[in-house]
C-alpha cells in the first residue's frame, strides 16, 4: 500500500487510488453528525450557485454549509456540528457546500474511489482501507478555505498514515497543538456565532462514528454522498 499526503486542490485533481478528502473543521466531522441524525443522503457541491439552483428546484432539500466560516443568506445551517444538534434529519436529503471539503470532492477526478475523512470516523475509516487493501492511498488535506494547509487536516492524515503503517502517535498532543494554532478561532468570543467553541470539541472526539462516508455518482452523474458502516 503506497500512501501519499497531499494538500489542497491541487491535492485532490493529483489524487489516485482510493482517495480519502479530509476535512477536519468542519465539513466532513459534519456530515458524520448528519448522518447520526438520520440523513438518507448528501450532494456534495463545489459552486455555490449550484447549490442555490438545486435548493430552488427541491425546497425539500435542506441547504447546508459556508463561505468563509459564515453561513450564507439563504442557508438553512451553517457548517457547524453544534448547530445542527438538535434537528431530526431522519429521511431528508443534504444540499452541502463549503470553501474546502466539498472543493475537494468535485476535483478528485483521478480517483478510483473517493471517502470523507476526519478524526471523528478515523477507526472506521481505517478499517476500510485495511480490508480494501489498495495498491494506492490519497490522503488529501483541504486546509482553510482550500488556500493554505492546516494542523488538523494534515495531522488526520498522519494519524491515518501512522495507524495503517502500525507506528504510534500521540493523539493528544495533536489536539493540544491544534489548539494552540488552527483551533484558535473556536475561542475568540468574536467568532462565537459562527464558529462556536462546541464545534472544536465535537470534530475532535476520536473515532466517535463507526461509519465511512463514500462519494460516488449518483443517477444523474452528480456525486453523492451515503454512510458504509466497515466490517
Same mark, same amino acid.
Given at each position: 500500500m503506497n500512501i501519499q499526503i497531499l494538500q489542497?486542490?491541487?491535492?485532490?485533481?493529483? %489524487?489516485?487510488? #482510493? @482517495?480519502?478528502?479530509?476535512?477536519?473543521?468542519? %465539513?466532513?466531522? #459534519? @456530515?458524520c453528525y448528519l448522518f447520526d441524525q438520520g440523513v438518507d443522503a448528501i450532494f456534495?457541491?463545489?459552486?455555490?450557485?449550484?447549490?442555490y439552483r438545486l435548493k430552488e428546484e427541491n425546497p425539500e432539500y435542506i441547504l447546508i454549509g459556508e463561505r468563509n466560516n459564515k453561513k450564507m443568506p439563504g442557508f438553512d445551517f451553517g457548517n457547524s456540528p453544534f448547530e445542527i444538534r438538535n434537528f431530526d434529519f431522519t429521511g431528508k436529503t443534504i444540499i452541502h457546500t463549503t470553501s474546502a471539503g466539498t472543493q475537494g470532492l468535485v476535483s478528485a477526478s483521478g480517483a478510483d474511489e473517493l471517502i470523507t475523512g476526519s478524526?471523528?470516523?478515523?477507526?472506521?475509516?481505517?478499517?476500510?482501507?485495511?480490508?480494501?487493501?489498495?495498491a494506492i492511498v490519497s490522503l488529501v488535506c483541504m486546509g482553510y478555505?482550500?488556500?493554505?494547509?492546516?494542523?488538523?487536516d494534515t495531522y488526520c492524515a498522519e494519524y491515518i498514515k501512522s495507524q495503517l503503517e502500525n507506528t504510534p502517535t500521540d493523539y493528544e498532543q495533536?489536539?493540544?497543538?491544534?489548539?494552540?494554532?488552527?483551533?484558535?478561532?473556536?475561542?475568540n468570543p468574536d467568532t462565537q456565532h459562527h464558529c462556536p467553541e462546541q464545534d472544536f470539541y465535537l470534530c475532535l472526539e476520536l473515532s466517535?462514528?463507526?461509519?465511512?462516508?463514500?462519494?460516488?455518482p449518483g443517477s444523474d452523474n452528480r456525486l453523492v454522498l451515503r454512510k458504509f458502516i466497515p466490517a
Amino acid at each position: 500500500m503506497n500512501i501519499q499526503i497531499l494538500q489542497l486542490v491541487e491535492g485532490a485533481r493529483q %489524487a489516485k487510488g #482510493l @482517495t480519502v478528502i479530509i476535512d477536519v473543521f468542519r %465539513a466532513f466531522s #459534519l @456530515t458524520c453528525y448528519l448522518f447520526d441524525q438520520g440523513v438518507d443522503a448528501i450532494f456534495p457541491v463545489g459552486n455555490i450557485d449550484f447549490a442555490y439552483r438545486l435548493k430552488e428546484e427541491n425546497p425539500e432539500y435542506i441547504l447546508i454549509g459556508e463561505r468563509n466560516n459564515k453561513k450564507m443568506p439563504g442557508f438553512d445551517f451553517g457548517n457547524s456540528p453544534f448547530e445542527i444538534r438538535n434537528f431530526d434529519f431522519t429521511g431528508k436529503t443534504i444540499i452541502h457546500t463549503t470553501s474546502a471539503g466539498t472543493q475537494g470532492l468535485v476535483s478528485a477526478s483521478g480517483a478510483d474511489e473517493l471517502i470523507t475523512g476526519s478524526f471523528v470516523n478515523a477507526e472506521a475509516i481505517i478499517r476500510y482501507l485495511r480490508a480494501a487493501n489498495p495498491a494506492i492511498v490519497s490522503l488529501v488535506c483541504m486546509g482553510y478555505s482550500s488556500k493554505y494547509p492546516v494542523e488538523e487536516d494534515t495531522y488526520c492524515a498522519e494519524y491515518i498514515k501512522s495507524q495503517l503503517e502500525n507506528t504510534p502517535t500521540d493523539y493528544e498532543q495533536m489536539v493540544e497543538t491544534i489548539r494552540q494554532t488552527s483551533g484558535r478561532r473556536f475561542f475568540n468570543p468574536d467568532t462565537q456565532h459562527h464558529c462556536p467553541e462546541q464545534d472544536f470539541y465535537l470534530c475532535l472526539e476520536l473515532s466517535k462514528f463507526n461509519i465511512v462516508l463514500k462519494a460516488e455518482p449518483g443517477s444523474d452523474n452528480r456525486l453523492v454522498l451515503r454512510k458504509f458502516i466497515p466490517a
